[in-house]
């Protein structure tokens, strides 16, 4: 079991965060370039018609779930977005089993009942996403309250975007979990864009100026800076597990992809694009651990290697079978308790809570 | 036995379970303190606590959506909406949601949302809806409403026990019409239909409240002996109980308090359509609401919703055919 205060582990190297170690500093790298090399792969593998539907990615916005999910102890919980399939991976799941889901096989996360990074791995302490955003908002605060109610120091964190904080449920949540003090993060991932709806187009009032009015605090932190996401989301942990309530974490960061594969995004600027090219967080985070004396080519190559043995894996894998497209819409008492969520890697060197 | 009236037996099987189960808690607007809008937990908050009785702000997708979330680590939230009719509001997280969960993810999330439903009192259009035919169409769910003391308890039960997302219906009409006996400590009820009255030329289709109507219309009938099934739970539905019937009887009334387009009756009537056509000697006849809000004055309200003459004409007219 993974302990509830945060070790400190400074080291040398520049970085918003003392709480790192250089073997963290390039797990943090390792797990974004993961999150690319799984998405560019699947992107592939979508434009050779092995991907059915529409394919999402986070492309440009790694830091944001990786930083977080990095941050999170194993007997936490996860509410993870479309873009945030780094989480996933932090929290263990296979990029063989990844590149299943995308591709509706049977050996998915979901099986091939959902599509996409429509997943969670209860297992693993994660729950999948609905496509009403942000529903998971008030399951994360659901979450938190039931560990107030029984008194353990355990923290709920859920991720969500800009054109979220539009609906009714932005609300209810933020107003519920300030209301109750509750031990939940929400990391409100800014990419710019909800669709092709601006900023300007979805709100009056910085959402991160908000959390104030529901009683806790709001950070604004760069998004694109793993490091950065990492620090805020201890720093909010450590808030919540010690009862001092919800944080609202605003990531800011950039959609450098369309909103799915179908999308030229001809309505975003060109320049806007380029300009946070140049903030890539994958790129920024390569030039830290360089400093630091970590071979980055040998990672790579490490990383590259399992991309390729997880799509061998995945193409292997038989699609579901059609007969069973009806089971599996009641858990039937007779087979005893239902699952709850379970634990999830916790690789962080403050945690070092990895399954074996 | 102890004698209690439906509401009582409501009170009855929530304090039985909460009791005996510490992972059962209760969330709703004005439950607490207040002890609920029709004083079903009364009480309960000097037992068990503001914690686990636990008055919420004015938010039924917040009600609903961290029931969800406290379900998936191991709680087991029983929700109270004031009305049914303000399910409306928690309709996404119940629907997408909860009811979702287990099929797509593997997560079964066991709440139980509780719905005060049902009209005759003047509750106007939004406080006498009859909604469980939204949750019917809606995979995932489980739909039961009792129509009994015995089975409020009884059933209210099995929903906090079921492994699964339960809608609970109660009607409203019931809370302190209908008493019987109860039996004392905890008991589940199955999710199958009930024979209310046995009868042989004609059986009456029906739930909740209408299984009264039912009771009432055909209880002195001359020009037949008439059935009526209780279906206590709409999902699962009780197909063979129901097929038995028809069997038995070959004359069906089906009666909806709710909305007639698309209402479990609707369901009835096309499973009897699909299976039972051979053992049918007249039409299949239904009761129900016409597609209207439920209007406010009593003339206006009584006008829409099922009553017993209503119910005895369409009996008589059957058994004549």
Redesign the interface.
């Known amino acids: 079991m993974a302990t509830n205060t945060a070790r400190p582990a400074t080291e040398e190297g520049a970085g918003p965060s003392e709480h790192l170690t250089r073997e963290d500093r390039a797990s943090l790298l390792r797990y974004m370039l993961l999150m690319r090399g799984i998405e560019e792969r699947a992107m592939t593998l979508y434009r050779q018609g092995k991907v059915p539907g529409s394919f999402y990615d986070g492309y440009g916005q790694e830091a944001v779930s990786t930083g977080a999910a990095f941050a999170m102890a194993a007997e936490d919980r996860l509410c993870v977005l479309h873009r945030d399939l780094a989480a996933h991976i932090i929290r263990g799941v296979t990029p063989a089993r990844i590149f299943a889901q995308y591709m509706g096989r049977a050996g998915g996360v979901t099986g091939g009942r959902e599509g996409n990074v429509h997943f969670g791995d209860h297992r693993l302490g994660c729950v999948g996403m609905v496509s009403m955003l942000p529903d998971m908002m008030l399951v994360a605060t659901g979450m938190a309250m039931a560990f107030k109610l029984r008194g353990e120091a355990r923290c709920a964190i859920t991720w969500f975007g800009d054109g979220s904080t539009s609906r009714g449920d932005f609300h209810e949540a933020m107003n519920w979990a300030g209301l109750q003090g509750l031990p939940v993060i929400f990391v409100l991932e800014n990419n710019q864009y909800a669709y092709s709806t601006p900023l300007d187009q979805q709100f009056a009032v910085d959402p991160v100026e908000r959390a104030q009015a529901y009683g806790f605090p709001g950070v604004s932190v760069d998004g694109n800076d793993a490091e950065a996401m990492f620090e805020a989301t201890r720093e909010a942990r450590e808030r919540a597990i010690s009862g001092g309530g919800p944080t609202l974490i605003e990531a800011v960061t950039m959609r450098m992809h369309g909103h799915a594969a179908h999308d030229d995004m001809k309505y975003v600027p060109k320049d806007q694009v380029e300009e946070w090219r140049k903030k890539d967080p994958i790129e920024r985070q390569e030039r830290r651990v360089v400093e630091l004396g970590v071979d980055v080519e040998a990672l790579r190559a490490e990383v590259k290697a399992e991309i390729d043995a997880g799509v061998e894996e995945a193409l292997q894998m038989p699609m579901p079978d059609p007969g069973t497209a009806t089971d599996q819409l009641f858990w039937d008492p007779a087979d005893g308790e239902p699952p709850i969520l379970g634990d999830g890697n916790a690789p962080w060197s403050g945690f070092a809570g990895v399954k074996t | 036995m102890p004698t209690m009236t439906y509401l009582q037996a409501i009170s009855d099987g929530l304090r039985e379970e909460m009791r005996g189960d510490e992972r059962v808690?209760m969330m709703g607007e004005d439950i607490g303190t207040f002890g609920g809008a029709f004083k079903v937990t009364d009480g309960f908050i000097e037992e068990f606590g503001a914690?686990?009785v636990m008055d919420?702000?004015l938010?039924e997708?917040?009600i609903?959506?961290?029931?969800?979330?406290?379900?998936?680590?191991?709680?087991r939230?029983v929700c109270e909406m004031q009305f049914s009719d303000f399910i409306s509001c928690g309709f996404?997280?119940l629907v997408?949601?909860a009811g979702?969960?287990?099929?797509?993810?593997?997560?079964?999330i066991?709440i139980t949302v509780r719905l005060p439903s049902g009209g005759g009192f003047s509750g106007g259009p939004f406080h006498s809806q009859n909604p469980e035919a939204w949750f019917m169409h809606s995979?995932?769910l489980?739909v039961v409403a009792p129509a009994t003391a015995e089975d409020a308890k009884g059933l209210l039960i099995s929903a906090i026990?079921?492994?699964?997302p339960v809608v609970y219906m109660e009607h409203k009409h019931l809370y302190r019409r209908v008493k019987g006996e109860v039996p004392g400590g905890t008991f589940e009820t199955p999710l199958t239909a009930r024979v209310a009255r046995e009868g042989e030329d004609l059986v009456v289709i029906a739930y909740g409240a209408m299984v009264h109507t039912a009771l009432e219309a055909t209880a002195d009938l001359e020009e037949g002996s008439v059935e009526v099934l209780d279906l206590r739970s709409l999902v699962p539905l009780d197909e063979e109980a129901i097929l038995a019937s028809v069997r038995k009887c070959s004359k069906v009334v089906i009666l909806d308090e709710a909305n007639a387009t698309c209402a479990a009756g609707a369901q009835v009537a096309a499973l009897i359509a699909e299976r039972g056509f051979e053992d049918l000697d007249g039409p299949v006849v239904r009761v129900a609401t016409p597609d209207v809000p439920i209007p406010f004055s009593p003339p206006l309200e009584q006008a829409v919703l099922p009553q017993v003459d209503q119910v005895k004409e369409a009996c008589r007219e059957l058994l004549a055919y």
């Open positions: 808690f914690d686990r919420t702000p938010a997708s917040g609903v959506g961290t029931a969800i979330g406290a379900a998936a680590v191991g709680m939230p996404d997280q997408n949601v979702k969960m287990y099929y797509r993810q593997g997560l079964p066991p995979p995932g489980k026990r079921d492994p699964n």
